[in-house]
T-cell receptor, first 116, second 113 residues
Framework: DAGVIQSPRHEVTEMGQEVTLRCKPISGHDYLFWYRQTMMRGLELLIYFNNNVPIDDSGMPEDRFSAKMPNASFSTLKIQPSEPRDSAVYFC??????????????FGPGTRLTVT | DQQVKQNSPSLSVQEGRISILNCDYTNSMFDYFLWYKKYPAEGPTFLISISSIKDKNEDGRFTVFLNKSAKHLSLHIVPSQPGDSAVYFC????????????FGKGTRLHILP
């Protein structure tokens, strides 16, 4: 398996523009997670899905952020409008289970977003 | 408020010596603890885990110790090797199916030649 695939790997955009990050999870995994990594806050969970349904979006910073999972093999994280403080590395991860005893998540390589 | 804390942003250790990375947590409901390792320009990868019913779990050069009364866990790497230079994230989760994983901010480990 190719692992979790994210695109683009790097994104540079101007403040106010819309940004869309994409993720293809590992086939067969039931859970998909979106994380954001910054120096100040470390690795934060933004939202996660189980069988394409959003379970917990309490980590989404504000209404400018939205995530979708239209099918089991694709998810997007959208920021509209983007702001300089959104600059971070965004990771997508997937796992077979999220329950007790099976917490191993497989991370993609991340998308480094820079908003100028 | 951070539920999982890694108070040392960085750590330098001589090659061949023991590396000890520490982690504290505040939520007594956490039931499962993990360590992830991250190289630059890559995503984190799972390293080792421990259930709250244990106090030690060993996997080759890596051992995780859990002290529930102190709400503290540590990762020991013996002997440290150059390839161990990376950022290490401590993480914790509850016992329920949909409990999410809470990560610490990470500790950058430098293995010195």
């Amino acid at each position: 398996d190719a692992g979790v695939i994210q695109s683009p790997r790097h994104e540079v955009t101007e403040m106010g523009q819309e940004v869309t990050l994409r993720c293809k999870p590992i086939s067969g995994h039931d859970y998909l997670f979106w994380y954001r990594q910054t120096m100040m806050r470390g690795l934060e969970l933004l939202i996660y899905f189980n069988n394409n349904v959003p379970i917990d979006d309490s980590g989404m910073p504000e209404d400018r952020f939205s995530a979708k999972m239209p099918n089991a093999s694709f998810s997007t994280l959208k920021i509209q409008p983007s702001e300089p403080r959104d600059s971070a590395v965004y990771f997508c991860a997937s796992s077979f289970l999220a329950g007790a005893g099976s917490y191993e998540q497989y991370f993609g390589p991340g998308t480094r977003l820079t908003v100028t | 408020d951070q539920q999982v804390k890694q108070n040392s942003p960085s750590l330098s250790v001589q090659e061949g010596r023991i590396s000890i990375l520490n982690c504290d947590y505040t939520n007594s409901m956490f039931d499962y603890f993990l360590w992830y390792k991250k190289y630059p320009a890559e995503g984190p990868t799972f390293l080792i885990s421990i259930s709250s019913i244990k106090d030690k779990n060993e996997d080759g050069r890596f051992t995780v110790f859990l002290n529930k009364s102190a709400k503290h866990l540590s990762l020991h790497i013996v002997p440290s090797q150059p390839g161990d230079s990376a950022v290490y994230f401590c993480a914790a989760s509850g016992e329920n199916r949909d409990d999410k994983i809470i990560f610490g901010k990470g500790t950058r480990l430098h293995i010195l030649p």
